[in-house]
């Protein structure tokens, strides 16, 4: 029944343990900053995601990279050659090519390996809104979905997967296109902080702009209280770029309301965080879209 792995990449920012636990397999993806490449790896074996955001706060620049066609061909030709059938949940098209270049590469790899089972899902989420549906999608798997239930589950649920986030230094969004160099210097100086999610295509957008850090909560909380199903069951996922007082402060607002089973906390990796910059926090939970 099992006899599949889940695979997703490492912008996905599940924590080393939850990967552990339930042996999802992870692609590696680039950055490089201060001149030097790195690859990011869920147990940060080349470069703490501590020290990565330190060299953005001394003002370094970081740039991210997609995965090869090598990588993906390397990479899941281990799986398939030790029997194995994959199941790929992978970062939005709407926000990187990766998803379209593991196309054409698990095309090539299904002709060789005919027997067996290669799915690929566009997740049309990024970081922990990725890592929230990998993440059910393995509790799921360990309830004894076949490889083809799961995959119906996570096309039939992707949209489910409900990611809110807010950043405070609006310089990293500027270079990404997102905002203006305007409004990145007038945010910055009210404290002005955008609130983004993905859309239906899987794009970036920002949903509306709040201002201060109370605000931040406030809203996030109110999302998972309109938009989240069935949360007394759920386990949700808080995310943060170097700010663990302020996600433990969402925690603990969560808590005192009695409202999910369990909360994960999850630091914001180099690829995400290269674009989103330190101070990001986020809040992933499953639910329904409310208009």
């Known amino acids: 029944m099992n006899n599949y792995v889940i695979v997703s990449d490492a912008t996905f920012d599940l924590p080393y343990d939850i990967i552990k636990e339930y042996d999802i397999k992870v692609i590696p993806m680039g950055f490089h900053i201060d001149n030097v490449e790195y690859s990011h790896y869920p147990d940060e074996r080349e ?3 501590e020290e990565f955001y330190s060299k953005l706060k001394a003002g370094a620049v970081s740039q991210t990279t997609q995965i090869t066609p090598s990588i993906y061909m390397d990479f899941m030709g281990e799986i398939l050659k030790e029997g194995m059938d994959i199941l790929y949940i992978a970062f939005s098209s709407g926000l990187s090519g990766t998803y379209n270049t593991s196309q054409i590469v698990l095309r090539e790899l299904q002709e060789e390996y005919p027997d067996r089972k290669i799915y690929t899902i566009d997740s049309r989420c990024a970081s922990i809104g990725e890592g929230i549906l990998v993440l059910n999608a ?10 083809d239930e799961l995959r119906e589950w996570v096309e039939q649920n992707k949209l489910r997967a409900r990611h809110w986030f807010t950043v405070k230094d609006l310089f990293h969004l500027k270079r990404g296109g997102r905002i203006s160099s305007i409004e990145a210097f007038v945010g910055t100086a009210l404290k002005i902080r955008p609130v983004l999610s993905t859309d239906d295509a899987g794009k970036l957008v920002v949903i509306s702009k709040i201002r201060g850090s109370r ?3 406030d809203f996030l909380l109110s999302k ?8 007394a069951s759920q386990t949700v996922i808080i995310g943060h770029g170097d ?10 607002m969560i808590l005192g309301k009695n409202l999910v ?11 995400i965080g ?18």
């Not at 998972?224 to 949360?231: N, Q, S």
């Not at 700010?243 to 603990?252: P, S």
């Open 47 to 49: 470069l703490s995601i």
């Open 138 to 147: 393995a509790q799921m798997k360990r309830k004894g979905l076949s490889i």
């Open 215 to 217: 605000a931040e909560l």
């Open 224 to 231: 998972l209280e309109a938009e989240g199903e069935d949360l």
């Open 243 to 252: 700010d663990l007082e302020q996600a433990k402060e969402l925690e603990t």
């Open 261 to 271: 089973k369990d909360i994960i906390i999850a630091k914001i990796g180099p690829i």
């Open 274 to 291: 290269t674009h989103t910059g330190p101070g990001m926090l986020a809040l992933t939970f499953m639910g329904r879209k409310c208009e």
